[in-house]
């Protein structure tokens, strides 16, 4: 890259009804889609901008203001005013509505922002190949251990005491959230039960309930999470996400947890506790597990795709032993068992330290990044929702048809966002999108502010 002014193709027509504010926004606008304007070059200042056109610079001005916005240029203090990465298609190339882009056209790269993806990029890579290395070192298994290796269940068993305050008598290994919840459908579970999930909530957990024959009954979130109240009489199991609401991103409030497990012991059911996001607290320390409070009427479920990666495969289960004695007792008729090598790998990077040493890492760079995230939105006015926790909040909307139209329009500019008409199991009652901010980098989540604030404000 050049520190020269970039040549621009502007030309502006005088007699157009086209305010020339417009017309000149337009023409960068292009030009950056197209390729003529690369990431990087820098642009002239709006006063010499406005000595070439021959125009005011209000004109300059204006249209600056406008791509700023956008999010196709950004200034650099005491540099200039650069070209940011554009999206990789023109609004020409924008497929109509209702019409299917052509086999032969490869899609947009999009910036992903949608929840539930991890910080992989930030694994220490030195850490994360030793890890592996070590793993392989071990003869290879010739029956797999249908709990899960003894030292891989030993590592979570410590990381759950020393991370999180739980004394975990029994941990079974699991392929992750979604794997466990099969096992539990199939093995506890029986067709015909009932089972309240949280609405919204994750549907992959709702769609494993469902085929395995149950009867999935939504119940409503707020602001305190889950309402226990309004869980239906009869319902044999509970599954919910007390740590971090997903999607909504509140916390289940203590009275509501104790009242969660005193419904469960009055009634013999079974609360299924997602874990999800209980490692990324800002605000104080992680709060005490559901299978603290109440060891025997909880299955806790958790898992490292949310902590390092989903390469590995790997999660964990705690819960009353008559609970696990089912789960081994079906892997026995079924043959399943949970991946080793994942187990290993994590045992590895556990074992000297470098799992504690990522999650400490990970909490600082995620409060950061909320903070960037957050105070962006609260200073244009945008009102958010979700705990000071996790790696995603919510922009709650007045509508559906709002929340389509700003996905919609976030696509075309190059950002996916996660609408929550999509975590509903029944008819959607809130409207909004949950927006992640993990799986990118924090330089892209910078330059994608000031589109986001222009969708959303």
């Not at 700023?68 to 540099?79: K, L, N, P, V």
């Not at 309240?196 to 024959?213: D, I, M, S, T």
């Not at 995230?373 to 244009?380: D, Q």
């Not at 929550?420 to 799986?439: C, D, E, K, M, S």
Request: aromatic share 4%; hydrophobic share 45%; with cysteine.
């Amino acid at each position: 890259m050049t520190h020269a002014d970039t040549a621009l193709p502007v030309s502006l027509d005088r007699a157009s009804v086209t305010p020339l504010a417009v017309q000149l926004a337009d023409a960068l606008r292009e030009a950056a889609a197209s390729g003529h304007l690369r990431g990087g070059d820098r642009l002239p200042s709006t006063r010499a901008l406005a000595g070439r056109l021959g125009v005011s610079r209000t004109v300059t001005s204006a249209a600056y203001e406008q791509l700023h916005a956008e999010g196709w240029i950004a200034g650099r203090h005491g540099s200039g005013t650069y070209v940011t990465t554009p999206p990789s298609f023109s609004a020409s190339e924008v497929p109509a509505p209702g019409v299917a882009p052509s086999a032969e056209v490869e899609p947009p790269s999009l910036l992903d922002l949608g929840p539930g993806t991890p910080w992989a990029a930030g694994l220490d890579r030195a850490a994360w190949r030793r890890a592996w290395r070590a793993a392989a070192d071990p003869d290879p298994l010739i029956r797999a251990h249908r709990a899960g290796l003894p030292e891989y269940r030993a590592a979570v068993s410590e990381h759950l005491l020393r991370h999180r305050g739980l004394a975990a008598g029994s941990v079974l290994a699991t392929g992750g959230t979604t794997a466990a919840v099969v096992e539990l459908a199939s093995a506890v579970l029986e067709r015909g039960d009932v089972v309240a999930v949280e609405e919204p909530g994750y549907q992959r957990a709702v769609q494993a309930f469902l085929r395995a024959g149950m009867r999935v009954v939504g119940v409503p979130v707020d602001e305190e999470g889950l309402r226990p109240d309004a869980i239906p009489a009869g319902a044999r199991a509970v599954y919910c996400s007390p740590a971090h609401q997903y999607p909504m991103g509140s916390r289940l409030s203590a009275a509501r947890r104790v009242s969660l497990v005193e419904r469960a012991r009055a009634s013999s059911m079974l609360v299924i506790e997602d874990d999800y996001d209980g490692e990324l607290r800002f605000d104080v320390a992680p709060l005490p597990m559901l299978a603290s409070l109440a060891p025997d009427v909880v299955a806790h479920l958790g898992t490292t795709s949310k902590i390092l990666t989903p390469t590995l495969g790997a999660g964990w289960m705690v819960a009353p032993e008559a609970i696990t004695s089912a789960v081994l007792a079906y892997r026995d008729l079924t043959g399943t068992r949970p991946s080793p090598a994942g187990q290993r790998v994590l045992y590895e990077f556990a074992r000297n330290g470098d799992l504690g040493r990522h999650l400490r890492k990970i909490r600082r760079e995620m409060a950061e990044r909320r903070t960037l995230l957050a105070g962006a939105l609260a200073t244009a006015g945008i009102p958010l929702r979700g705990d000071d926790a996790g790696a995603h909040l919510v922009v709650p909307f007045p509508s559906a048809e709002v929340e389509a139209s700003v996905i919609a329009t976030a696509e075309r500019r190059g950002i996916r966002l996660d609408g929550l008409a999509r975590h509903f199991a029944g008819v959607p009652t809130a409207h909004g999108v949950a927006i992640g901010y993990a799986g990118c980098t924090r330089e892209a989540l910078v330059s994608a502010l000031p589109t986001l604030v222009s969708l959303l404000r």
